[in-house]
């Protein structure tokens, strides 16, 4: 009686994953909701018996061609090579530290901000809550001297300047990004607000067709802007602003707190620094 009990317990463990329903096969691998669990992080509510016949194929398709790629790779052994090790590698340690600063995240108070505090911040930030888009280019170089030469070389010439400026972006910009695409400097189009305020000042206040004639200092070095485009400035009211403040305070709240648990650490760990 016993052992058939246990069989019965044993049965009712393995049954779903005996009953799982098969979609298809791939050199007789069996295809199952499993193997759906890449569009189900994309897409949450993600559920493929609920799309519709020509979806299914769709998605369906993607799997198996993804499946036979993976076999492929793997037959020529690609997740053994040192490129591959140290991206896996360097994955897992970008996954450790996220899963660590989500349990930080769980165990530090927030401090509660008043309607005065973020009214007071809000008077005082006026030009950081415009709703304003652009569109630019820039070459960053390490000295004010190299940015006043690049604009005296832009001084030089008649009309239109862009082309001009995408050469000069392209050999003296010490952007890593621009520097290793080539792409004339080009910042696509940005909000006023994510970017650093000097560097927005000096874009919006020129007239699209024109760049900073007086090199724009940041902690990323030294600027010649071109603004080719930008929108209509609207102000973003108390109300708006007021949850984007407080988002912005509630970060830096964070980001203290877990500098503080950083020194912490630090201060128990044997650190020796090579010159």
Not at 70 to 79: C, H, I, Q, T, V
Not at 161 to 190: H, R, S, Y
Not at 256 to 271: H, P, S
Request: charged share 30%.
């Amino acid at each position: 009686m016993k052992k058939i009990l246990l069989s019965l317990a044993l049965v009712g463990i393995l049954s779903p994953a005996l009953t799982a329903k098969t979609y298809a096969t791939v050199n007789g691998k069996a295809i199952t909701e499993k193997d759906f669990e890449g569009f189900k992080q994309e897409f949450p509510n993600f559920d493929f018996d609920k799309l519709n016949e020509q979806e299914k194929q769709i998605v369906l398709n993607q799997v198996i061609d993804e499946y036979i790629v993976l076999g492929a790779a793997r037959a020529e052994k690609m997740d053994t090579t040192k490129d591959y090790t140290d991206k896996v590698e360097a994955f897992k340690k970008r996954l450790l530290l996220d899963s660590w600063m989500q349990k930080q995240a769980q165990s530090i108070q927030m401090p509660n901000f008043s309607d005065e505090q973020i009214r007071q911040i809000y008077k005082e930030n006026e030009a950081r809550f415009i709703d304003q888009e652009g569109k630019a280019r820039h070459i960053v170089v390490a000295s004010e001297d190299e940015a006043k030469a690049i604009i005296a070389d832009l001084n030089k010439i008649r009309g239109k300047v862009e082309a001009k400026f995408i050469d000069l972006a392209n050999q003296k910009t010490i952007d890593p990004v621009g520097k290793q695409q080539q792409n004339g400097g080009d910042l696509g189009t940005f909000h006023r607000a994510r970017m650093v305020p000097e560097f927005s000042k000096a874009a919006f206040d020129l007239k699209p067709g024109t760049y900073t004639k007086i090199p724009v200092k940041t902690q990323f070095g030294y600027h010649v802007i071109y603004l080719e485009s930008k929108t209509e400035p609207k102000v973003i009211g108390y109300d708006q602003a007021k949850q984007i403040i407080l988002q912005d305070m509630q970060m830096q709240a964070f980001n203290q707190a877990i500098g503080e648990k950083v020194q912490a650490l630090r201060k128990n760990a044997k650190i020796q620094i090579n010159k």
